[in-house]
């Protein structure tokens, strides 16, 4: 299964132009070396496109009115533990610092706030800012007249 895996990533690599096998030796010790560091950062980029559409899968959840507290809650550590995972990929030179608890809530949201900007528009932008509203006062019309 090994094999599999660094002979797609290194097909992965040379068809995204970063290996030419006409000046690449894989027998050569710096050559493999230099094709390891490369599927190795391919795989990282995998992963993170993976962990991106996982976590706008789970941050689509949050958009479910009949989510309960429990669920909602499951559903947001979910969405942190994607976007700490991705972080760590991303940014290894963070991995080792601890963050205090005010700088990692204020990064969670920035990533919060990107995807839910890729998902639906930015929430600073004024049209879609009134569609929130409208949305949100269709939701608590409806709600109201419901009881």
Known sequence: MEG????????????RGLIDFSRIDPRKDR????????ITEIQKQNE???????HRQVVSQ???SN????????VWEA???????????????????EETAATKEKSKYAGLKASWANAFGDPDDPLIKAQIDA??????ESDASSN
Not at 31 to 38: A, M, P, T, V
Not at 67 to 74: A, P
Request: no cysteine.
């Open 79 to 97: 969405a942190n533990a994607i976007y700490d995972r991705s972080r760590d990929l991303d940014l290894p030179w963070l991995k080792g610092k």
């Open 67 to 74: 989510l309960g507290q429990d669920s909602l809650h499951n």
């Open 62 to 64: 949050l958009s479910n």
């Open 4 to 15: 599999d895996r660094v002979g797609a990533l290194i097909l992965q690599a040379a068809a």
């Open 48 to 54: 993170l496109r993976l962990y991106d559409m996982l």
């Open 31 to 38: 050559d493999r070396f230099k094709i390891r560091l490369l």
């Open 135 to 140: 949305t949100s006062r269709w939701l608590t």
